[in-house]
């Protein structure tokens, strides 16, 4: 055994799955004397022509004169068959992307119907003591501009899905100073706080004036 067939053995041994790929096509080329310079690229050419398709018995394929073409040809084909794979696999995250956020507007659009079926008896409500101005929060939008503004998660936590709340923004000179979550259900102050969740020196001030004026908010609740 020649020296370069030894290091061909030793190859094969040491690389089971080399074995397995390339073996059945090394005793072919061995028949026809065919000289291979460089095994393991050898072999790598060997993959390529099987994920194209082609014949690995056929010494026309494994045996190229110009070995160096033949490998460059079946890289230039594998390559654009993976770029093709790519471009698939783009055009399929773009089509789950847009069926998702076609999936979320459609969820926004349920959302905003849902809150106006049951908050809209509150829109315009206001409650003040000439200061200090509380009012309902009337949209979505306002829930995520008031919780952006002080930092809070009351768009984040999806208080406008919550049937027995409602949330009010308690502002002086249009600045909003504290945010109010009222329960439905008895119609008292179960939250308040300002920027940060931090509460301000109008805290008190501002539960002890909701709280008084419940009677407001149960009026709304009568309207059918």
């Not at 004397?33 to 014949?55: A, H, T």
């Not at 849902?114 to 929060?137: H, M, R, Y």
């Amino acid at each position: 055994m020649k020296g370069g067939e030894i290091e061909v053995m030793k190859h094969f041994l040491f690389n089971a799955r080399t074995a397995d790929e390339c073996w059945a096509s090394y005793l072919i080329a061995k028949r026809h004397k065919y000289l291979i310079d460089n095994f393991s690229m050898w072999c790598d050419y060997l993959r390529m022509l099987n994920k194209l398709g082609q014949d690995l018995r056929n010494p026309k394929n494994i045996c190229p004169e110009d070995f160096m073409a033949a490998h460059d040809n079946a890289t230039r084909k594998i390559e654009t068959i993976h770029e093709k794979e790519r471009a698939e696999q783009r055009r399929r995250w773009e089509i789950e992307r847009r069926e998702r956020e076609q999936q979320r507007q459609l969820q926004r659009e349920k959302d905003a119907e849902d809150f106006i079926a049951n908050k809209s008896k509150f829109f315009g409500l206001v409650i003040t003591d000439e200061e200090i101005i509380i009012k309902v929060l009337e949209s979505i939008d306002e829930y995520y501009s008031e919780g952006k503004a002080q930092n809070i998660c009351v768009f984040g936590s999806e208080y406008y899905k919550k049937a027995d709340t409602l949330i009010l923004s308690a502002r002086i000179g249009g600045e909003i100073i504290e945010t109010v979550e009222v329960d439905l259900r008895t119609l008292k102050v179960v939250q308040c706080h300002g920027k940060y969740n931090q509460d301000t020196e109008y805290h008190e001030r501002i539960i002890d004036l909701v709280n008084k004026n419940a009677n407001l908010i149960r009026e709304r609740m009568k309207v059918a």
